[in-house]
């Protein structure tokens, strides 16, 4: 051995030391709780625990005000988009009106000859003149979103700092399971409901209220105009950082996008207000497109594993075909992700369920991959202190042709009969328990197949004590 190697093997002793104490270090760190780091406490969790506790200090009219006086502005502006468009739109369609009436019928009296190209140049027109004033309003939007959300949060953080200062009584610590309400006081959007209590479970019974509404969708989801609204953004405020939340569900399809379908119309329901509290609609989805590609690694690897065990099993060889027939590139039915808001009247989280087909055919069954997805999301509602959830009850928003009153009460009982089932199976999950559950119905559809269908559902959880609505 040289006087080098010698010289040498005190000091890779010493880094295999330091080495192992640093592997132990990050060890004891990450996996022993009373030697973990602290957690970093990020500016959402500081400014969630002051709104919390403003809105329910005596300053909570001023700031339900202050959110009504913002939402009023941007409302403003987007009635003025609406206007602008909507009289644009008329112009150019009187414009393209008369192009091809001259094309037809030759020019009119004091106009010039037009010819096919022309028509064609008007519609590319047309078409930036409108995209260029979307894009006009759109920044106008962006920009004053932007500017209220600062001030907003700016403002709170200096109030709750002067509230706390001052000789006002002190804010104090409000528990979060309290800021409930247990019954709605949602604007009644339709004449069309039946609300009912139930009692489900064998040994340990659970009380839940039940209640039947025929409406648009997105109407639960706006609030009144004027002093009216309130009483819903106190509620819808005060309950926002508790242990209960209230959800509604969608039927959305695998695309990811805003731009079409009852998507559109709730990225547009939430861009009528500022979004205080959470990112915005898109930003939300493109989050969940950067998560459901990991997502989607995942389920293939998975459905690989388990054909190749239960090929194992049976003694075969790998069926490469049934994997490469599962496509593995955007979401299936039955799956769904959630948005959070803050600005829908009485509603946190949306939940969005994927379905790419029509449900309004006769497929249906309790092991549909949507039915199954229902259980998945109530599940989900029930480990995050979701308490009040909102269904569709047809799995559908609209009223088709093929919707029959004896297929109404086909899909109805098909729905109770498996809420039912899932709903009892909630004791086992953990969490809390929806308490209340909505079920939506149409808002066109026949009162006499509302009544049938309330029968059925007080029939199927037998209901001792119906409370009638107004």
Known sequence: MTVESETDAPKQSK????????????????????????????????FADVYHSLIHSPLSETILQLEASYACTVETLCRERDYKLGEMENRQQKEMNDAVMSVSHGPVKGGAP??????????????????????????????????????????????????????QKPLGVFPRSESSFSISSQTEVSALQESFTVT???????????????????DLCKYPSGEEALPQRLQTSMSLYSNNLCGLVILSDSKLQINSGITKELSDLCSRSTEFHFPILQTQIDKVKTDMRKAMLWREDFTKKRLEMEARLAGEPVDQAASSKQDFSKLQDGDFYLTRHSNLCETHVVFHLISDEPLDNDSVNSRHPVIIGLRNLLKTACMNDITTLTIPLLLSHKMTEKMTVAWCMKRAELMFKCIKGFMMEMSGWGGTEVKTLQFLLPADINQDVFMKLTSLLSSIFRVSNPIRGS
């Open 15 to 46: 880094e295999d030391m330091e080495n192992l104490i640093k592997a132990w270090t990050n060890a004891f760190t990450e996996e022993v709780l009373e030697f973990a780091q602290p957690p970093e406490v990020r500016d959402e969790e500081v």
């Open 114 to 167: 037009m010819c096919e190209r022309d028509i064609n140049v008007l519609a590319t027109q047309h078409i930036t003149e409108r995209e260029m004033l979307i894009s006009k309003f759109e920044s106008e939007l962006a920009t004053l979103h932007q500017n209220q959300f600062t001030e907003f949060r700016q403002w709170v953080m200096c109030v709750h700092e002067e509230y706390k200062t001052s000789n």
């Open 200 to 218: 489900l479970g064998a040994q340990m019974k659970q009380m839940h209220n039940l209640r039947l509404v025929a409406a648009n969708i997105l």
